[in-house]
């Protein structure tokens, strides 16, 4: 079961996709988050959930220091950024490798 975190400032989108994420307990072990929690992002690397959905209407949650922490903290993570002024979501994973030479630059293109 992959846990699932939102994090939102409760706006309209974000409450109608909790609602429909919520009819699916058996798939998903949801996880709403505000973003007026002052732990917000420390709760919600504690719980290192395999996605986060960011409801991109709150400016709190549109901010790239927030994603970059998130990324940087969930090595494995992958965001969903939902925009209420468009019918489309932006999906980011995001991989680490060491590099240390040329051919280890090129193994990762």
């Known amino acids: 079961m992959s846990i699932v975190a939102i994090l939102t400032g409760n706006s309209l989108l974000a409450e109608g996709v909790i609602s429909r994420l919520r009819q699916h307990p058996d798939q998903l072990d949801l996880r709403v988050i505000?973003?007026?929690?002052?732990?917000?992002?420390?709760?919600?690397?504690?719980?290192?959930?395999?996605?986060?959905?960011?409801?991109?209407?709150d400016p709190i949650v549109a901010q790239q220091s927030l994603i970059d922490t998130l990324l940087t903290n969930i090595p494995?993570?992958?965001?969903?950024?939902?925009?209420?002024?468009?019918?489309?979501?932006?999906?980011?994973h995001w991989e680490e490798h060491r590099v240390s030479k040329v051919r280890d630059l090129l193994e990762v293109l």
């Open 34 to 57: 505000e973003t007026t929690n002052p732990c917000a992002i420390k709760q919600i690397i504690d719980i290192q959930p395999s996605t986060v959905i960011l409801d991109d209407s």
């Open 76 to 92: 494995s993570l992958t965001l969903i950024r939902l925009d209420p002024q468009s019918a489309q979501i932006q999906v980011v």
